[in-house]
């Protein structure tokens, strides 16, 4: 599992403390029983598609039928496809941390983990003056100055789609994409609807693993993405709101799995949004409202 999908940051394999505090939740009877939620909501699916069904016929009818046996599969491989990507992490982890050695021994980085803030061409002009027993520049400067910029560049929001199309092989993609900053206001915040209903609940706004042990039973999670290493959270969680993310995103998955509301795609909600703020998150319209900011 990974907490991000950089795998600049520690795996849980690594740092496994960010999830004692999930555990410590399930072991004193706070968590949902999966075996049941997943009863109902096998009982819910079955009975919406059968109700579906009734109402149609002839080709609307195979359309249907055809429509959600590919979304139920691809649900799936939607899943499979996110853990697999993690799967080579901590051999990436475990190469880059000998090269970070490597590099601090010689003077290049002044920290192992600065070996993240050097490009590809910056490990090549090493390694050639290595080969070529050229005298080595420090890159402490440099990524000091790197690290600086990223700081500043976190509180931009990012483009929705490159380059922007109303529609892409005949799809609309308004419910695949994270809605633009322009389009929000100090009280309401809009979204993807990825699974339905109504809370209203203290947010719990979390910017990595280093968050987790602060989240509460009850709280919803707001957090910029999901990783499968996030999903115990969800047992805690009331409802989910993320800046990115759409109808077939990890979050929005398992959201409907754990039977709770969730709004994907705001774009800004964790920079809006602060712990503790008392908000109203609406699964089925995609809105969140966050009440006294008007």
């Not at 600086?148 to 609309?172: H, R, S």
Request: charged share 20%; glycine share 10%; hydrophobic share 40%.
């Amino acid at each position: 599992m990974i907490y991000q999908l950089d795998f600049a940051h520690p795996l849980p394999i690594n740092d496994p403390s960010p999830l004692f505090e999930t555990l410590k939740m399930y072991l004193s009877g706070g968590g949902m029983n999966p075996h049941e939620r997943q009863q109902r909501s096998a009982l819910q699916r079955e009975h919406l598609a059968q109700a579906g069904l009734n109402r149609l016929k002839g080709l609307k009818r195979w359309a249907f039928k055809t429509s959600l046996r590919i979304g139920q599969a691809m649900n799936q491989v939607r899943e499979d496809a996110l853990a697999d990507i993690g799967l080579g992490y901590p051999l990436l982890r475990r190469m880059f941390a000998d090269l970070g050695h490597r590099f601090v021994e010689i003077g290049v980085l002044d920290e192992v983990d600065d070996i993240y803030w050097l490009e590809k061409t910056d490990v090549a002009a090493v390694v050639a003056c290595l080969d070529g027993q050229k005298p080595m520049t420090s890159y402490t400067d440099r990524i000091k100055q790197r690290k600086e910029e990223w700081q500043v560049l976190k509180t931009v929001t990012p483009p929705t789609m490159i380059p922007m199309k109303e529609k892409y092989m005949g799809f609309k993609m308004d419910i695949y994409i994270a809605a633009s900053e322009s389009d929000q206001t100090a009280s309401l915040l809009k979204g993807n609807p990825t699974s339905a209903g109504k809370v209203t609940a203290p947010a719990r706004v979390l910017h990595g693993a280093q968050d987790f042990d602060q989240m509460q039973p009850g709280e919803v999670l707001v957090a910029g993405t999901t990783t499968p290493a996030w999903t115990p959270l969800f047992a805690m969680a009331s409802a989910v709101v993320t800046d990115i993310g759409g109808p077939l995103t990890h979050g929005s998955i398992v959201a409907r799995e754990y039977g709770i509301p969730a709004v994907m795609g705001t774009g800004v909600a964790t920079r809006r949004i602060h712990t503790g703020q008392l908000i109203a998150v609406d699964g089925d319209l995609g809105t969140v409202t966050i009440p006294g900011t008007d």
